[in-house]
């Protein structure tokens, strides 16, 4: 099973509010990622956790604030967002260094943000 | 550094008919290659993987890809098409000498598959 779940599939909100991305896989993946897609567009990478610490963060603004509580969740805390901030956000796992530098990476089905 | 190209933003091509997605790739070292698929409004979904041996990789779907050191390619190809096939197909690369905890990708630019009845 090469599974990743993303809730929700859809969130809309306001430049004030605060929103979290939840993403979790159970295929004992130590990798996570964050990556922000703009329409037809390549994913950027956003984070990166490596065995629950944060391994890259692509100088992405702190209004973007991730959270790895354990090996199968990672979370995306939103505060104070842009309208450009608007996109489809993907999370993916891999096996990290248990996968070599081969490592292939599986990605969930997103969030699509709409921020007003 | 390392660095992907789609030459094509769109490919057409008639069901039944044999598909080509072009992709070129630029690494320091030896590369790691990656082709995903995805559907509108969908995550990415992962076909196939050159890694090493044999350049001719099998994948999902009836998906392969051809490694070709000299030229610096990776094309994906598919015998016949289908309709279904019509995605957004993205080729990755990763530099061998990229030795960190996790992998990080680079995606090209993406080529828009439409397959036609």
């Known amino acids: 099973d090469t599974e990743v779940t993303q809730t929700p599939k859809h969130l809309v909100m306001g430049m004030t509010n605060k929103k979290s991305l939840k993403c979790e896989q159970h295929?004992?993946?130590?990798?996570m990622y964050w990556y922000k897609q703009k329409a037809k567009k390549p994913p950027e990478l956003m984070f990166v956790?490596?065995?629950?610490?944060?391994?890259i963060n692509e100088s992405v603004p702190s209004r973007f604030s991730p959270e790895c509580p354990n090996s199968s969740l990672l979370n995306l805390h939103l505060h104070a967002l842009q309208p450009e901030d608007s996109a489809l956000y993907l999370c993916a796992s891999s096996k990290g260094l248990a996968g070599g530098p081969g490592d292939t990476q599986y990605f969930g089905p997103g969030t699509r943000l709409t921020v007003l | 550094a390392q660095s992907v190209a789609q030459p094509e933003d769109q490919v057409n091509v008639a069901e039944g008919n044999p598909l080509t997605v072009k992709c070129t790739y630029s690494?320091?070292?030896?590369?790691?290659l990656f082709w995903y698929v995805q559907y509108p409004n969908r995550g990415l979904q992962f076909l196939l993987k050159y890694i090493t041996g044999d350049n001719l990789v099998k994948g999902s779907y009836g998906f392969e890809a051809e490694f070709n050191k000299s030229q610096t390619s990776f094309h994906l190809k598919k015998p016949s098409a289908l309709v279904s096939d019509s995605a957004l197909y993205f080729c990755a690369v990763r530099d061998r000498k990229n030795t960190g905890t996790a992998s990080k990708l680079t995606f090209g630019t993406g080529t828009r598959l439409q397959v036609t009845l």
């Open positions: 295929m004992g993946h130590r990798a």
């Open positions: 690494v320091s070292g030896n590369p790691y």
């Open positions: 956790y490596s065995y629950e610490k944060l391994s």
